[in-house]
């Protein structure tokens, strides 16, 4: 089945600064690459995803970039804000198969925005 | 609409007591999904469902039951609990294949935080 490694497991960075997490994938078949947003004591909730048929997919301050052969995908976001302190989740998903939409999420990476 | 929501929210068993955690979509979703998160480790699948009257073992099923009686509705069972099931569970839900690519978006109830002693 599908393995997915995420780094760092917690990242610190300036208000302002720019956080890169990433995420690596162990099926080949996978094609759908999604990212959640975890608040403290809240639900997880999508935030960005890409596919394969994409490189880079961008939504204001926040992008993931893809590089299928290396099997990678990293999220990037941009002059960060307090309110971006949260758990980010990368998850990965093998081409739908009617019935096999089932995805693999990564461990976490707890981000903290330091005023 | 209300989207997912889970009961309880919170609860605390004995080891060996048995419970059930419902959950309910008011999306009209055809998948549904049962996940736990635990400290360092994710989000865990444990069970899913394609389709009312349909259901499928995750990643780690065992120590768990589940039905989909009806389309809104996906119960997680517990028949013994044990320490190692404490946790916080998470209910999801999705379009599913048919609806195109509008299907991969998972939506998540709040969580049940749930303790065995």
């Known amino acids: 089945g599908e393995n997915v490694e995420q780094h760092p497991s917690t990242l610190s960075v300036q208000e302002g600064d720019s956080a890169v997490i990433k995420c690596t994938y162990s099926d080949s078949a996978s094609n759908y690459f999604p990212w959640y947003k975890q608040e403290l004591g809240k639900r997880p909730q999508l935030i960005i995803d890409?596919?394969?048929?994409?490189g880079e997919k961008k939504d204001q301050r926040i992008a993931v970039t893809l590089n299928k052969t290396a099997k990678h995908f990293s999220l990037h976001i941009t002059e960060t804000q307090p309110e971006d302190s949260a758990v980010y989740f990368c998850a990965a998903r093998p081409e739908s198969n009617f019935g096999n939409e089932k995805l693999t999420f990564g461990t976490g990476t707890r981000l903290t925005i330091i005023p | 609409n209300a989207g997912v929501t889970q009961t309880p929210k919170f609860r605390v068993l004995k080891t060996g007591q048995s419970m059930t955690l419902l959950c309910a979509q008011d999306m009209n979703h055809e998948y549904m999904y049962w996940y736990r998160q635990d400290p360092g480790m994710g989000l865990r699948l444990i069970h899913y469902?394609?389709?009312?009257?349909?259901?499928a073992k995750g990643e780690v099923p065992d120590g768990y039951n589940v039905s989909r009686l009806k389309k809104q509705n996906f119960l997680l069972g517990l028949e013994s609990a044990a320490p190692s099931q404490t946790s916080v569970y998470f209910c999801?839900?999705?379009?599913?294949?048919?609806?195109?690519?509008?299907?991969?978006?998972?939506?998540f109830g709040p969580g049940t935080r749930l303790t065995v002693l």
């Open positions: 469902s394609v389709g009312e009257g349909t259901t």
């Open positions: 999801a839900s999705s379009y599913g294949s048919w609806a195109g690519a509008i299907a991969d978006t998972q939506y």
């Open positions: 890409i596919r394969s048929n994409v």
